[in-house]
C-alpha cells in the first residue's frame, strides 16, 4: 500500500485538472463516461482480457462494476463450459490510465464461441457508455491484451498535526456552542424541513422538562447520539415534530476547524429505518460548500447500513448548490468493508489543495478532485429522523467512539 502523500506529491496528478475554473468551488469538471469493449482471446488461454475504458481523464474515482452472460451467437459460448462466470468491481482513481481490462477465466476456448460482459449498472461516480460487448474465441486475431492497473489504495496516514481530540474532556456540548463546546443545533436552528426531516433537533438542557430521553450520553463504548420517538410533539418554528433528532455542530468551536488537513470519524452506525447519520464539513463562509465524509440514507428502503457507505461534494455559494458530485457504494462489495452496524468503523477524509480522499478503516474509498481552494471547515455530526412511521426498529443510536482532527 502506497502511503498517503502531502499534497506537493500529488500536483503532477491533478495535472488534468489544473487549468479547470472551478469558479471559487461552484463549478466542477465533467464526469468521464465508461464502456465495456470488445476483446478477443486464442484457443488454449486461460484468461480474456476485456477491456473497460474511460472517454476522459476523470476527476473523481470511478467504479464500474461489471458481470458475464451467456453469447447469442452461432457458437454460444456458455458459462462453466466456456468460461468461468465473474462479478467484479473496475476502479479507476484520478491519473489511472484510460482503459484497464478485467479477467475472465476461459475453460475451453472453442474457435468462434462468444460470451458477453456488461456492465451491472451506470458506473459509480461516471457516466455510462457502452453498456456490453461481445467476448470471441478467434485464433485469427491476436488476444486482447492486459492493460496497466493504475495505482494501488492510499492508506490513511495523517500529514498535519493533530489539533483536536475527542475525550469526555474535550467533547462537551450547549445550546449555542463555544470554543470548548460543540452546539446542539445547526446554525440555522434546530429542524431541517428543506430535507423534509420529521425530527427535531434536541438538547437535554433546553428541554429538560418536556420528558424526553437524554439525545447525548457517555457510554463505556462512547458517545451515544440517541435518537427517538418522542411521547408528546415538540414544536420549532411553528411546526410541531413527532421525533427526537440529535446534533453536534462545531460552527462556534475554533479548535475544530481547519482549512487543509485531515478529519477521523470512529462510529458505529444506526439500523433504525428512518434514521439519516452522518459526519460532514461545512465552509465557515456558509453553505454551500459541503463535504459529506460519511451518510447512511436510512429513509430509503433499499439501504443496507451495514454495506452501503455515501460521501459527496456540495458545490456553490449563498445557499445556492450548482453541483452535487459523490458516489453511493457498496463497499462490503467492493473492498470488503462491512458490518457497520455491528462494530466500530473509521472513516475519514484528507483535504488538500489538489485532492480530497476518503478512507475507510484505513483504506482509501474514493477521491475527487479538489473545487474548494482556500476554503475553511467546521464538522457536524448527527443523526437526522426521516419517518412517519413506528420509528421502533433496531437502533436509532449512533455511538461515537474517537474523533482526530488533524491540520496542515
Avoid at 140 to 168: N, V
Avoid at 267 to 288: C, E, V
Wanted: with cysteine; proline share 7%.
Amino acid at each position: 500500500m502506497q502511503q498517503l502523500a502531502a499534497a506537493s506529491s500529488l500536483s503532477a496528478d491533478a495535472g488534468d485538472f489544473a487549468s479547470f475554473d472551478f469558479a471559487n468551488g461552484t463549478r466542477y469538471p465533467e464526469r468521464a463516461t465508461a464502456s465495456v469493449g470488445p476483446a478477443t482471446y486464442r484457443p488454449g488461454a486461460t484468461i480474456a482480457y476485456v477491456p473497460i475504458s474511460l472517454d476522459r481523464p476523470t476527476p473523481n474515482t470511478v467504479i464500474a462494476r461489471v458481470m458475464t452472460e451467456d453469447g447469442t451467437g452461432l457458437v454460444r459460448g456458455v458459462a462453466g463450459i466456456n468460461y468461468q462466470p465473474i462479478y467484479k468491481s473496475v476502479i479507476f482513481r484520478p491519473g489511472d490510465p484510460l482503459t484497464k481490462t478485467v479477467e475472465v477465466p476461459i475453460i475451453l476456448g472453442i474457435p468462434g464461441a462468444d460470451f458477453i460482459v456488461r456492465f451491472v449498472e451506470a458506473p459509480w461516480g461516471g457516466m455510462m457508455g457502452t453498456d456490453r460487448a461481445y467476448v470471441q474465441c478467434d485464433f485469427q486475431k491476436e488476444a486482447t491484451p492486459a492493460q496497466t492497473e493504475g495505482r494501488e489504495p492510499r492508506t490513511f496516514s495523517p500529514s498535519g498535526t493533530l489539533q483536536w481530540r475527542m475525550s469526555r474532556d474535550t467533547l462537551k456540548w450547549s445550546d449555542a456552542g463555544h470554543d470548548k463546546a460543540w452546539s446542539t443545533k445547526l446554525p440555522n436552528g434546530r429542524s431541517q424541513p428543506g430535507n423534509q426531516e420529521t425530527g427535531i433537533y434536541l438538547d437535554g438542557w433546553v428541554y429538560r422538562d418536556a420528558g424526553i430521553e437524554a439525545p447525548l450520553r457517555y457510554t463505556d463504548e462512547g458517545l451515544v447520539m440517541h435518537t427517538q420517538k418522542l411521547k408528546q410533539p415538540l414544536e420549532w418554528d411553528g411546526v410541531p415534530y413527532d421525533y427526537g433528532s440529535v446534533v453536534l455542530s462545531g460552527h462556534n468551536t475554533r479548535p475544530v476547524q481547519i482549512g487543509y488537513g485531515q478529519y477521523e470519524f470512529t462510529a458505529k452506525m444506526p439500523d433504525r429505518r428512518g434514521s439519516w447519520p452522518a459526519f460532514w464539513l461545512i465552509s465557515t463562509a456558509g453553505w454551500p460548500p459541503e463535504i459529506d465524509i460519511y451518510e447512511g440514507f436510512g429513509f430509503e428502503s433499499w439501504w443496507d447500513f451495514d454495506r452501503y457507505t455515501a460521501n459527496t461534494l456540495h458545490g456553490g455559494a449563498n445557499i445556492t448548490r450548482t453541483f452535487q458530485e459523490g458516489i453511493f457504494m457498496n463497499s462490503d462489495e467492493v473492498y470488503g468493508i462491512g458490518g457497520f452496524t455491528k462494530g466500530f468503523h473509521s472513516f475519514a477524509v484528507d483535504i488538500q489543495p489538489d485532492y480530497i480522499t476518503w478512507f475507510i478503516d484505513g483504506k482509501e474509498t474514493y477521491q475527487a478532485v479538489n473545487p474548494f481552494a482556500g476554503f475553511r471547515w467546521y464538522p457536524i455530526m448527527d443523526v437526522a429522523v426521516k419517518t412517519n412511521g413506528d420509528y421502533a426498529d433496531g437502533s436509532g443510536d449512533m455511538i461515537v467512539k474517537d474523533i482526530k482532527i488533524y491540520s496542515n
